[in-house]
């Protein structure tokens, strides 16, 4: 069974701080990952994704990630109020496999940014 | 507009009865999901397709059935047989392997 862990939260930040939201997962021969916001009620919007080890900025939004470590981690800098939101992990499967294409989601983390 | 759009948006469901949520979308992708979200949780994967004609289980199938009859399009019956159908549902369509992204999503309630 393949899996995808996300630290449990909730996470709480003032305003103005860096938010670190962080996902282990199982399938070594995951090759995409990707970050979904989700506000109460709503679906989810994707926010970042990442296909190759190191960082990735978008914005106020980092994306880090290290395969031998299993490990991805999303950074949002200078967080604001409207950033409070279910953040949610995906981990593509093993492109070699039959499952690819199919993501894997983490349970979610809640943020909450507090003026 | 480009997008994925479902309905209804509410749906309410009397005990033994088959209900079929709609998912369409015109991005032109050839893959297709259908996902359910129970409050507090993730995503779970139910069926997912492709191409068209061709679909998989996912790893919550059953008491749910799909179709894949034309690329636009991928259904989803929630039949009798799911014993907690309430949920909410969600169908994200991609490019095969890369980007999925969602649509509003319908919320099922079981009366």
């Known amino acids: 069974q393949k899996e995808v862990e996300q630290n449990s939260g909730p996470l709480s930040v003032p305003e103005g701080a860096i938010a670190s939201l962080n996902c282990t997962y199982s399938d070594r021969g995951s090759q995409s990952f990707f970050w979904y916001r989700q506000y109460s009620g709503k679906s989810p919007e994707l926010i970042m994704f990442i296909y190759s080890n190191g960082d990735k900025e978008d914005g106020r939004f980092t994306a880090q990630l290290n395969k031998a470590s299993q490990y991805v981690s999303l950074l949002i800098r200078d967080s604001q109020p409207s950033d409070s939101a279910t953040y949610l992990c995906a981990v593509n499967g093993d492109a070699g496999g039959t499952s690819y294409g199919k993501l894997t989601f983490g349970q979610g983390t809640i943020l909450t940014v507090h003026p | 507009d480009g997008g994925i759009t479902q309905s209804p948006k509410y749906l309410f469901r009397k005990e033994g009865q088959n209900v079929t949520l709609s998912c369409e979308q015109n991005?032109?992708?050839?893959?297709m999901y259908w996902y359910r979200q129970d409050p507090g949780q993730g995503l779970r994967l139910i069926y997912y397709s492709q191409i068209v004609n061709d679909f998989q289980k996912g790893d919550i199938a059953e008491g749910y059935s799909v179709s894949r009859e034309k690329k636009e399009s991928f259904p989803l019956t929630v039949t009798s047989a799911q014993k907690n159908p309430t949920a909410f549902y969600l169908c994200?369509?991609?490019?095969?392997?890369?980007?999925?992204?969602f649509g509003p999503g319908t919320r099922l309630t079981v009366l």
């Open positions: 991005l032109n992708h050839d893959a």
């Open positions: 994200a369509s991609s490019i095969r392997g890369r980007k999925q992204f």
